[in-house]
């Protein structure tokens, strides 16, 4: 007899869970949507920035090095 009562009990919650989150289904679609457009808009921004000069001095520093005595192809 219990087994039954705790059964519907718990059946019903779980009916009333999926309900709410169907409910939410939209929120969270529109969370989803704006972390995108934040996550693009940061990279686009990351990708327009200027090599700083202390990476443009070690590229020049490494491009030295891969002269033709440095082991580098002729």
């Known amino acids: 007899?219990?087994?039954?009562?705790?059964?519907?009990?718990?059946?019903?919650?779980?009916?009333?869970?999926?309900k709410d989150k169907d409910e939410d289904a939209p929120?969270?679609?529109?969370?989803?949507?704006?972390i995108d457009e934040n996550l693009?808009?940061?990279?686009?921004?990351?990708?327009?920035?200027?090599?700083?000069?202390r990476f443009r001095d070690l590229l020049a520093q490494l491009k030295g090095k891969d002269g033709p005595g440095a082991g580098g192809t002729e």
């Open 1 to 18: 007899m219990y087994g039954c009562v705790l059964g519907a009990m718990s059946s019903g919650k779980r009916i009333a869970m999926r």
């Open 27 to 34: 929120k969270r679609q529109a969370i989803r949507e704006q």
């Open 40 to 53: 693009k808009r940061v990279y686009a921004a990351a990708l327009n920035e200027e090599l700083p000069d």
